[in-house]
């Protein structure tokens, strides 16, 4: 792991309130997944991301309990949760589509639950209130939920799930089937409704921009293993593997040598304290900048390349430089019009941060049993 990353396994403030301890899960012959652990504080957002076959859903199966590990142990509270029924867990789900009876209105939808443990029907009335007042729904009781738009269908599936009073919300994909806009909209309000409740919620998203702006950590999963945890800063700005920096936002991937206290990758070199040898570091594209815009850098490394392609995004621009000898770099500056030919640009080296390699996991994609 890159110097300044956060350790993989240790949960931030609030106290821990699960402890996933060397969990591995197998269908059949396939390994779905390896050897997780990880905790996740009381009150946290904690974000399982990864794409398709990663691991993240069954891990979210393994703590709901509708699935065994096959090895490991989870705890909850100082509590071994892995050895109880679901129903027996301080644990609700929300689920991708949402799960509402159509045949039951709002109101009774949120009650189901309630109604199943046979709670007394004057405080199932008063829960379900509380509920959708804490979700805003509560001028819509007597909808059905064919009527109500994709946002609020998952607010009244997040009412299902908070009116149990759970000390852990298990969030899968719940934004997945709604359009950009609506998407947007509704991460600020799942946002600002966890603040509200100050539970721990655990979600599962393939998609960096929702988990980058709505968790407190996020944990990378690929091919069944965690590749690294930490806060969407620290991941961003110190990703420990290449394939972190690459799945996180867009990154350059400079390989090549240190000698004598300097790297030297293709055309590029500048000082390091990083150790002799062969190495590998990750350049963001918008810490590469035109050099006759910006001030001189104390650490600046300046180098000529050719324009070969600019996308308008905007407010920014997306280079695509050769640089010479092979050595192609993507730099992200403000829009300042089209750009041609040649130009001097410059970086700072203290924004080349080291990864490793980060070769894939033994064991191939668990993509028949673990479709997210």
């Known amino acids: 792991m890159s110097a300044g990353a956060i350790s993989p396994q240790r949960a931030t403030s ?18 779905v997944l390896k050897n997780i652990s990880m905790e996740i504080a009381s009150g946290e ?4 991301l990864g794409e398709s076959g990663s691991g993240k859903t069954t891990l979210l199966r393994l703590i709901a309990g509708f699935e065994q590990p096959t090895s490991g ?7 071994r949760l892995d050895t109880l029924p679901p129903y027996k867990r301080r644990v609700n789900t929300v689920f991708q589509n949402y799960a509402l009876f159509p045949h039951l209105n709002v109101r009774e939808n949120v009650a189901y639950g309630l109604r199943v443990k046979s709670t007394p029907k004057g405080e199932i009335a008063s829960r379900v209130e509380e509920a959708l007042h804490m979700v805003k729904m509560i001028s819509f009781a007597d909808a059905r939920p064919a009527t109500l738009s994709g946002g609020q269908q998952q607010r009244i599936a997040l009412a299902r799930a908070l009116i149990n009073r759970p000390q852990l919300l ?3 994909e719940p934004l997945s089937a709604l359009d950009a806009n609506l998407r947007k909209q509704m991460q600020g309000e799942l946002k600002a409704l966890h603040h509200e409740i100050g539970i721990a919620f655990l979600f599962v998203t393939h998609d960096q921009d929702e988990a980058m702006a709505l968790s407190d950590r996020i944990a ?7 590749e690294q945890i930490a806060s969407p800063r620290e991941i961003y700005l110190h990703p420990a593997t290449a394939y972190t920096a690459e799945f996180i936002g867009q990154t350059n991937l400079l390989r090549g040598e240190i000698k004598n206290g300097v790297a030297r990758c293709g055309p590029l ?10 190495a590998l570091f ?13 001030f001189q850098l104390p650490d600046a490394v300046r180098f000529r390349g050719t324009i070969r392609q600019q996308i308008y995004s905007g407010a920014s621009e997306l280079l695509e430089i050769d640089c010479g000898g092979k050595q192609t770099l993507r730099a992200r500056i403000p829009a300042s019009g089209p750009l041609s030919g040649e130009h001097e640009f410059l970086f700072s080296a203290s924004d080349t941060v080291p990864v490793t390699e980060s070769s894939a996991p033994h064991g191939s994609p668990a993509t028949d049993h673990e479709p997210r």
């Not at 990750?282 to 910006?294: G, K, N, Q, Y």
């Open 269 to 278: 070199q500048w000082k390091t304290s990083e150790a002799s040898g062969s």
């Open 73 to 79: 142990e989870i705890w909850m509270s100082d509590e």
């Open 220 to 226: 990378l999963l690929r091919n069944g293993a965690l």
């Open 170 to 172: 298990l969030l899968d």
């Open 14 to 31: 609030g106290g821990t309130l699960l402890k996933v301890r060397s969990v591995a899960k197998s269908f059949g012959a396939a390994q």
């Open 45 to 48: 957002f904690l974000t399982l």
């Open 282 to 294: 990750s350049l963001r594209p918008e810490a590469i900048r035109l050099a006759d815009t910006w």
